[in-house]
């Protein structure tokens, strides 16, 4: 503090401490769930991915890809395991997860089910 009286007070110091201490208890839980919703949307990403690489090898061949064949024609990102089930030439089935994620996401094609088509999550 200088001669002429100017400065902060402990006590003013300790106000801004404790909000600042407040605004990071909120702040850290939601950076939490925006990364894991990151990680989810680069699953989602490569599943599309999937669906597009076998859409793409059944409208040159009229036959989906077997599985070592649809899940090598494209890059997954960092952390994202695709497994696919074994292709027909009316369907396949893919599922997507990011290991550092719970979630699980998967796509049927052909199979005459309501969700056919669409992703789906556990």
Same mark, same amino acid.
């Given at each position: 503090? +200088?001669?002429d009286g100017t400065g !902060?007070?402990?006590?003013?110091l300790l106000v801004v401490?404790?909000?600042?201490?407040?605004l &990071? %208890?909120? &702040?850290i839980p939601m950076f939490s769930s925006t990364k894991e919703s990151a990680l989810d949307a680069s699953a989602k990403s490569d599943l599309r991915n999937a669906m597009t690489s076998q859409e793409? *090898? !059944? &409208?040159? %061949?009229? %036959? *989906? &890809?077997?599985?070592?064949i649809a899940t090598g024609s494209f890059t997954t990102s960092a952390g994202v395991v695709i497994s696919m089930s074994a292709a027909s030439a009316s369907g396949y089935a893919v599922t997507a997860s990011h290991t550092a994620s719970s979630n699980t996401?998967?796509?049927?094609?052909? +199979?005459?089910?309501?969700t056919d088509g669409k992703i789906q999550s556990n």
């Open positions: 503090m +200088s001669q !902060f007070t402990l006590v003013e401490i404790v909000i600042v201490g407040i &990071a %208890t909120i &702040a793409a *090898y !059944f &409208a040159a %061949t009229t %036959t *989906y &890809a077997p599985a070592a996401y998967w796509v049927e094609i052909g +199979s005459g089910n309501a």
